[in-house]
């Protein structure tokens, strides 16, 4: 759906009263004009009313649709389309969400088509209407504020992946045992989405500033600062990704040497088991012989054969009682 039009002529803003048509054709009558057009998610027939006044590429238009595009900058005769993601972080989940601007831009027109609910837009036009110089610079002049807009979203974002690494770092080293795993991998995850978004807005903020695109020309100073601050966050998010990376190896190694000491103290417990084990055996054994009901039996009928047995028994238990202690089980 067309959620704003406005027709911007030196500086002013003017209200489009007809349909888009009209629009066009006012803003090519005036020669020093152009034309800002917003839409949300529009459909094909929507977009075939722009279409059939700006001869747009129909592989651009394609991609505006349906978006699922990477951050790009394709030039087709004399129009300009550019693909920003922008990102909402939602304090609640901890996730980021990525929506998609889709941006066509020639000498008297600009459109954009937006996807997703993370909007950075919402406060952009109002800051072009109320900088003349912005507006002076045309179509060139809305690109940069919302490519602006879209980087300083950001390091917004930036900053909260951060607060969520310190807090991820402090479970890791707390002692508590806890396993933060699959937490480790979440948080990893929403970087390597945000890296995504922002790694490939690099080269196309790069050929801006080189002055590779002339539509841009009278801008380029504007933009140079915008990637100063995009290539900070672009290493911001480099060391946040090699910060999960240490924080889940030194994770898995404290939940290893835990596993280890419980493996060991483990062992040490089956040890003395199988030590009073032993110990009760060796008498059993004796008495389970001659519990044995057989008539002929050594020293069955002799008078000392029971305090003898006993004290074999005694005897014997000592002597394992000891080796076992020699040897560490006890």
């Avoid at 290539?231 to 404290?254: C, I, K, M, W, Y």
Wanted: charged share 25%; proline share 4%; with cysteine.
């Amino acid at each position: 759906m067309i959620v704003n039009k406005a027709i911007y002529c030196n500086g002013v803003r003017e209200t489009i009263s007809g349909d888009i048509s009209d629009a066009f054709s006012a803003a090519r009558a005036r020669g020093d004009c152009f034309l800002w057009i917003g839409l949300h998610e529009p459909t094909q027939e929507e977009f075939d009313l722009i279409t059939s006044e700006v001869k747009l590429h129909p592989l651009a238009v394609e991609d505006a649709i349906h978006a699922h595009q990477r951050p790009k900058l394709e030039r087709y005769d004399d129009t300009l389309f550019m693909v920003l993601k922008p990102l909402m972080y939602v304090e609640e989940t901890s996730d980021i969400e990525v929506g998609e601007i889709n941006l066509f831009l020639g000498d008297d027109f600009f459109i954009s088509v937006r996807h997703g609910q993370a909007n950075p837009l919402s406060g952009v036009r109002q800051r072009v209407e109320s900088d003349p110089d912005l507006l002076a610079a045309g179509p060139a002049g809305v690109l940069y504020a919302i490519c602006d807009q879209v980087v300083d979203t950001y390091s917004q974002v930036s900053h909260e992946v951060e607060h969520d690494l310190i807090a991820l770092e402090r479970r890791v080293f707390s002692g508590e045992h806890t396993d933060v795993t699959a937490d480790i991998y979440s948080l990893k995850r929403e970087v390597l989405e945000f890296r995504a978004a922002q790694d490939p807005l690099v080269p196309v903020l790069e050929e801006i500033v080189k002055g590779r695109v002339t539509l841009c020309a009278g801008t380029r100073d504007q933009f140079r600062d915008v990637l100063d601050h995009l290539l900070r966050v672009d290493a911001q998010v480099d060391e946040h990704n090699e910060l999960l990376t240490s924080a889940l190896s030194a994770h898995l190694a404290l939940v290893g040497r835990e596993q280890s000491t419980v493996a060991m103290q483990q062992n040490a417990d089956m040890r003395k088991i199988s030590s009073w084990a032993a110990l009760i055996a060796v008498p059993t054994m004796i008495a389970g012989i001659y519990g044995m009901n057989f008539d002929y039996m050594p020293e069955l009928h002799w008078l000392l054969g029971y305090p003898l047995s006993l004290t074999v028994m005694v005897i014997a238990v000592l002597i394992v009682h000891r080796l076992l202690r020699k040897s560490g089980w006890l």
